[in-house]
């Protein structure tokens, strides 16, 4: 279990990893990112990736990440609000088509994202 980080660490993370997207620098998204991180998302599978929706390992991601910044050239997004737990942050916010998503993102002990997943409405 990792160590409590503080609020304010986790904010700082949140917010750093929405500038980094809507900066699109792909690189500085995986500096944030332990080199075992696993990511989980409904959209995976429709970018040709995992059907599990999985994407596991720093160098997945960047396939994965650079196949969807291809995809997406105007990719924006608006912070809403940040939630933190001691070992995690949910970044809210609003992607570029208007859609909300909650992206929870849990983190070890040197704060490096370990789990991530993109949580959509069902709607």
Not at 1 to 6: D, L, N
Not at 60 to 69: I, P, Q, T, V
Not at 114 to 120: C, D, F, P
Request: aromatic share 10%; charged share 25%; with cysteine.
């Amino acid at each position: 279990m990792s160590r409590f980080h503080q609020p304010s660490q986790l904010v700082t993370l949140g917010r750093t990893w929405v500038e980094a997207w809507n900066a699109r620098d792909l690189e500085r998204v995986l500096a944030l990112y332990d080199e075992d991180a696993v990511m989980t998302s409904d959209r995976i599978p429709a970018t040709g990736f995992d059907a599990s929706g999985t994407v596991r390992g720093k160098e997945s991601l960047r396939a994965y990440w650079g196949k969807a910044l291809g995809l997406l050239p105007e990719l924006h997004f608006s912070l809403i609000d940040v939630f933190v737990s001691p070992d995690s942050v949910v970044v809210f916010y609003q992607n570029e088509r208007g859609k909300k998503i909650c992206e929870y993102l849990r983190v070890n002990d040197a704060g490096l994202i370990v789990q991530g997943s993109a949580n959509y409405l069902p709607h």
